[in-house]
Nanobody
Framework: VQLQASGGGLVQAGDSLRLTCQAS????????LGWYRRIAGKEREFIAA????????WYSDSVRGRFTMSRDNPKNTIDLQLNNLKREDTAIYYC??????????????WGQGTQVTVSS
């Protein structure tokens, strides 16, 4: 699975941003897809995923209620809507693909990452 993320940028605290990831390859349509982020000085963390065949996303506690993930199956894209952004959301955001068993811990495939910077 190949993954291409886009949509990052510089915003102010309280603003919103929408990230998009295009998945491609012969198994993309049957893969679980998700988002991670790496905050400077910390390990990469899981934030959201939609397992293949699931009807609703999974979220980490750190973003639940502020971030919304969606999936367009015919287009093999996922979006992450980031609302009410905080300075601590500043990070490189990655899309990822894997199985339902691995998507929240050790995805097999990674996109290149897109930088989100939130200023106060």
């Amino acid at each position: 699975v190949q993954l291409q993320a886009s949509g990052g940028g510089l915003v102010q605290a309280g603003d919103s941003l929408r990230l998009t990831c295009q998945a491609s390859g012969p198994t993309a349509g049957r893969s679980s897809l998700g988002w991670y982020r790496r905050i400077a000085g910390k390990e990469r963390e899981f934030i959201a995923a939609i397992p293949w065949g699931a009807d609703r996303p999974w979220y980490s506690d750190s973003v639940r209620g502020r971030f919304t993930m969606s999936r367009d199956n015919p287009k093999n894209t996922i979006d992450l809507q980031l609302n009410n952004l905080k300075r601590e959301d500043t990070a490189i955001y990655y899309c990822a693909a894997g199985s339902a068993m691995t998507i929240t811990k050790r995805p097999q495939y990674w996109g290149q990452g897109t930088q989100v910077t939130v200023s106060s």
